[in-house]
Each structure stands twice: as C-alpha cells, then as structure tokens.
C-alpha cells in the first residue's frame, strides 16, 4: 500500500501577505508535509513568521508587479482567477489547497488528485454581493463595470469549486454554503485553533504588556483579535465599547484601522499586530472574547477559549458550533452597538459561573492534533 511519504505533494494557499486564522491551517498542513513546496499568488516575504522562512515558495506573475499594485488586490481583481491556473503543478501526486477564494482554482493533471480545504465559498461574489458593491461604489458606470466583474468571478468560482476531487469545509455551516453555492457534498474537519498560540505562554507567567495595557488589566480588559475589515463589524464593537466605557483591547491591522481609531474612545486601545509570543500573553489577561462577524469558523475565538476566556459571540455562522451558552460564553443576535451592549451586560452578570477547564475543554475539541489526525486520515482514506 502507497503511503504519503511516497506520493510528491505540493501546498497552495491564497496568498502569504497578512497572517491570520487561515495561514494557521496552512501552518499545520506545512508540518505534516514538511517537504512540500507552497504556491501562492503572491507573498510579502518581509510578513513572513519563522515557520515560512526555509520554505520553498512559488508564486505566480503577479509577484513581478509593482508594490503598490500587489498591495492593492482589489485593483488586480480581473486576474485573480487566471494567476492559480498558470501554477505548473504537473509532477505532483497530491496537490492540498488551503483556499478562501481562489486556490481551489488550480488546474491539475488528470491523475493528481487535487484536495481543497475550503474556508470559506467567496462571500463577495455570493451572499455578500450586495455589501461588497455598496462599499466599492464610486459612480453608476464603474457599478455597472464592477457587476460584470462579479458575474464573470462568480461564474468562475462555480466551475472552479468543481475542479477538486475532494472538498474539506472547515465547519458545517461552511458545508451547508458550499451545498448552496457550488451544489457539492464536503467533509467537515474543524481547523487547528488550540496549541499554536498555547505553548507560547510559560506555566506561571503573568501577562505583561506597555503601560497602557496593564493599566487596562487592572481592570479586566474586553478583548478584539482580527483582521480590521469593514466585513468584521469592528466599528460596531467600538460604538458598543464607547457607550459603555469599558476597557477593550484590539489586536490586529488592516484597512479599516485608520478609521476605527479615530472614532474609538480613550478606553480602547490598539496594539496592530502581534507574534504568538505576545498575543498568548493577551489572551491570557482578557476577561472576555468579542466576535461580531458572521464567520465561517472563527479560530481566535477559540484560541482565546484555550485560555479560558469566555466568549461573547454573534448567533450566527460558525460561531453556533464554537460556544456554548452559558458555559463557555454567551451570545447576541445582531452585530448592533445596543445589542452587543446587551450581551456584555449578560456576559458580566454570568461571569462568575463560568468555569475555565470547562472553557479550555470546548478548545480542545479544536486543537491541532485532532486535525491533523483528521486530515492524515481523510488522505488516507481517498487516496493511499
């Protein structure tokens, strides 16, 4: 019987620009085939973390372009669909894509098998047409340019989802989505959210951070980990934390932090990114996980969850697989500043229930072990 060991794999991923929940899952897969190159469509190496830095990395013509044209893919948006198709993938057994959106878009030859793990169908294209349209536009005619961008992308992302022998969604909302959209079946292996951030903090260690934060953890800090994009509702969680004057923390960047800081009060605080070493440190100190988006999964909640801090999380979308009420964290309804006001009020008067073992159990269910596990197996299964 062939094992992995004798098949040549190869690795792709999206892209390798910023580093969230998402190059998590690509960091697991990266270990179990250590020797597995990665394609990606484009990459910002000075971003790269330590686990990237001796890896063989391909990426495709549009690295060649100029900076500010990598730095804005929205502009490059017509050629995204073409850039995974150039990837020469011809002397590999098994091709692993880790893909939100264009990954699972490779073209393979007829007897490489070609498994994605899809982490989410592309929302902007799909059931966040209408958002995306009204955030990008500037003008009927470029509207009406803008709508046929879409239709050609969504009619490509249809005929690209069927492209996989094998779909892995990463929880069973994103299955039920995927069902919907591209009218396939997919497993459901939950991504690696435990031990990556887990073992960078030492038994017995106490969170230490600037004069800023320590001043907030006198009080018990509210806690942000994400991407700021407009999808993320952190304007909202601002809005919220502003009325009710509470200490919150955020971590992370993106293209909406000029703008949250300026309508954030002196009770919020921003730290941009941090490496594992520091956000474990983070997690560690917060007294509560905010996530107001409608998510597909959501790794940094349950990252925070291996802490034992509880979460306050929208009812919605992946966040319904992850908490359990009462116990490991509460919800809300809509992502609405009064609403969200409400759940911390809710959150605070049930805090002294929560058990924190009980917290870091529901964790564990997600660890990195059992995906691996998981995922080893699933190959094993179709292919070895």
Sequence with gaps: MLETKDLKIALVHDFLVEFGGAERVLKALAEMFPEAPIYTMLAEKANFPAWLENRKIETSFLQ????????????????????PETFNLREYDLVISSSGAWSKGIVTRLDTIH???????????????????????????????????????????FAAADRPEYLVANSYYTKDRIKKYYNREANVIYPPASKPIRNYLPTGRQAKQDTNLRKTQDTGYFLVVSRLSAYKNINVIIEAFNKLELPLVIVGKGEQEK???????????????????????IYAGARCFIFANVDDFGIAPVEAMNFGVPVLGIRKGGMKEIIIEGKTGEFFDCATPEVIADGVRRLRENEHSYDKEVIKAQAREFSEERFKKEFLAFIEDKIV
């Design 64 to 83: 060649k372009w100029p900076k500010f044209l990598r730095r804005r893919k929205k502009w490059l948006l017509p050629l995204l669909p073409v850039a």
């Design 115 to 157: 498994i994605s793990y899809l982490h989410s169908p592309m929302r902007f294209v799909w059931d966040m047409n209408g958002e995306y349209l009204e955030e990008q536009r500037k003008g009927r005619a470029l509207n009406f340019f803008m709508r046929l961008i879409l239709n050609y992308i969504r009619v490509w992302d």
């Design 259 to 281: 703008y949250l800081r300026s309508i954030a009060g002196k009770n919020i605080k921003f730290l941009g990114f941090q490496p594992d070493e520091e956000l474990a440190e």
